[in-house]
């Protein structure tokens, strides 16, 4: 293709083809990250007149934390993900080819 079209024209479609899958990756995944979800639940329950003064507090993520296990915690993440997951492991091994 790169012959025929071009390495440019061909760099455009790369692009275009991934826009495309990041807008139907917005539209179509569901969230996965619990504090929002939490969030979410909380706001349902409170807009149906369910929610208690208890159920109403959400903790913080990094309540007591000091800033070095927050930043070496948020460190760790993506290599617990990259080495946890094989799929994740796999995709990011293809990028990086």
């Known amino acids: 293709m790169t012959e025929t079209i071009g390495w440019r024209y061909l760099f455009i479609l790369v692009a275009g083809l991934s826009a495309l899958a990041l807008a139907g990756g917005v539209l179509l995944y569901r969230e996965t990250y619990a504090p929002v979800i939490r969030q979410r639940i ?28 927050y930043l070496l915690a948020n460190l760790q993440r993506p290599f617990m993900l990259l080495t946890g997951s094989i799929v994740c492991f796999i995709f990011s091994s293809y990028m990086a080819l």
Do not use: W, Y
């Open 42 to 69: 909380m706001q349902e329950t409170r807009a149906a007149g369910q929610a208690s003064e208890t159920q109403t507090h959400l903790p913080r993520a990094q309540g007591n934390r000091d800033r070095l296990n």
